[in-house]
Every structure is written in C-alpha cells, then in structure tokens.
T-cell receptor, first 115, second 113 residues
Framework: GAGVSQSPSNKVTEKGKDVELRCDPI?????LYWYRQSLGQGLEFLIYFQGNSAPDKSGLPSDRFSAERTGGSVSTLTIQRTQQEDSAVYLC?????????????FGPGTRLLVL | GESVGLHLPTLSVQEGDNSIINCAYS??????FIWYKQESGKGPQFIID?????DKRQGQRVTVLLNKTVKHLSLQIAATQPGDSAVYFCAENVMNRDDKIIFGKGTRLHILP
C-alpha cells in the first residue's frame, strides 16, 4: 500500500512569494501532522488535524502559516509572503487516530528554499 | 538526497560493533518515549517505544533503556550495519495530557567500514 506522499519534493521560491505544500496521508488515517525540520534541528510541531478539524494550531510560527484539510484526507500547508527563515524541510505524518501511542508514518518531506 | 542535520552530534561506530545513542529529556512528567530513525532524504521512521512503567524494552537488534531518575533514554543497536547510518531522534510525550510528541535534536550515526 502507498505511504504518506508529499509534493512538491523540492521548492525554491523568492522571498515574498506564497507557497503551498501538499500532503496525501495513508488512506484511512484520520490524524495528520505537519512538522518543520530546520538544518541541525529536531522536528518542530506545527499543526495537527483529527479529521478535518485542527485541535492544535499552537505550533504555527506566525499568521503567515495556515493549513487546511478537506474530506478527511489531503492537507495543504500554505506559507504566505515567504521569508528566508522559512527555509526548511516540511514533513507530514499520518496515523490511524490521534494520540501519541499511534505510530506516525512520515512522508519524505518538502524541501523549501526561500531565496 | 539532501543531508538533514549537518550540525548534529555524530557517533561513529565500526561496522559490527554495538552502538549506543543517548538522549536526555527535560520534562519529568513525560511518560512515553519513542525513537525514530531518519535516513538521508527520507522522513523519520518509528523504531521502538517505551512507557515509563518499564526501564527496558527490546526489539529486533534494538534495545531502549529508560532511566527516569536521571531523565535519560538510550537506544542500543546490536551488530551495527551500514544500513543503520541515519539520524536518530528521541521523542517524548505526556500521555493523557497532550497529543503532541516533542522531538529531540537528533544524533547522526556514522558507520565505519
């Protein structure tokens, strides 16, 4: 079966532009997580969805970041007016349900470079 | 693929030797711990987990040890193989209080031929 997929795999953009990152979770997984991984850092939690709702948005670094999930499946993470400090690998993970004891399956990530 | 974590602490181990990767956690309320492995260009992959009511748990070639007294977690990999080269992250959570898993910064394991 297919794992978590993310697109694009790499994105280079200019400062000030908007970008949209996509995550396709494993079919049937109701929980979906977004993380950011900067060079030399661990994974920074951004937001998670249970179904289409986002109980926890506390990790979004600023109001330039937003995410949505429709149909309980695909999610998009949008970064408006990108800044150089947004450059990182953005990872998506899904699990059968939410909760730390549910194994999260990660996608390969989207590598974002803001020039 | 692009390297992740170029400035991470690195552990170099001879192929065939055992590896021990250490992790210190700060939240004394954490009661669930996980180790993830991340190969270059890929997302993290679950390896093994342990709850705070245990101090040791074994998997296939891996053992996780938990010392709650000093808030220390370790991952032991037996007979290290080239495929074990990766960045290893520990993660913690406070069960029944928070759905978030907090990841550490990671350790790069480098296998010497």
């Amino acid at each position: 079966g297919a794992g978590v997929s993310q697109s694009p795999s790499n994105k280079v953009t200019e400062k000030g532009k908007d970008v949209e990152l996509r995550c396709d979770p494993i079919s049937g997984h109701t929980a979906l997580y977004w993380y950011r991984q900067s060079l030399g850092q661990g994974l920074e939690f951004l937001i998670y969805f249970q179904g289409n709702s986002a109980p926890d948005k506390s990790g979004l670094p600023s109001d330039r970041f937003s995410a949505e999930r429709t149909g309980g499946s695909v999610s998009t993470l949008t970064i408006q007016r990108t800044q150089q400090e947004d450059s990182a690998v953005y990872l998506c993970a899904s699990s059968i349900t939410s909760g730390p004891q549910e194994t999260q399956y990660f996608g390969p990530g989207t590598r974002l470079l803001v020039l | 693929g692009e390297s992740v974590g170029l400035h991470l602490p690195t552990l170099s181990v001879q192929e065939g030797d055992n590896s021990i990767i250490n992790c210190a956690y700060s939240n004394s309320a954490s009661d669930y711990f996980i180790w993830y492995k991340q190969e270059s260009g890929k997302g993290p992959q679950f390896i093994i987990d342990i709850r705070s009511n245990m101090d040791k748990r074994q998997g296939q070639r891996v053992t996780v040890l938990l010392n709650k007294t000093v808030k220390h977690l370790s991952l032991q990999i037996a007979a290290t193989q080239p495929g074990d080269s990766a960045v290893y992250f520990c993660a913690e959570n406070v069960m029944n209080r928070d759905d978030k898993i907090i990841f550490g910064k990671g350790t790069r394991l480098h296998i010497l031929p």
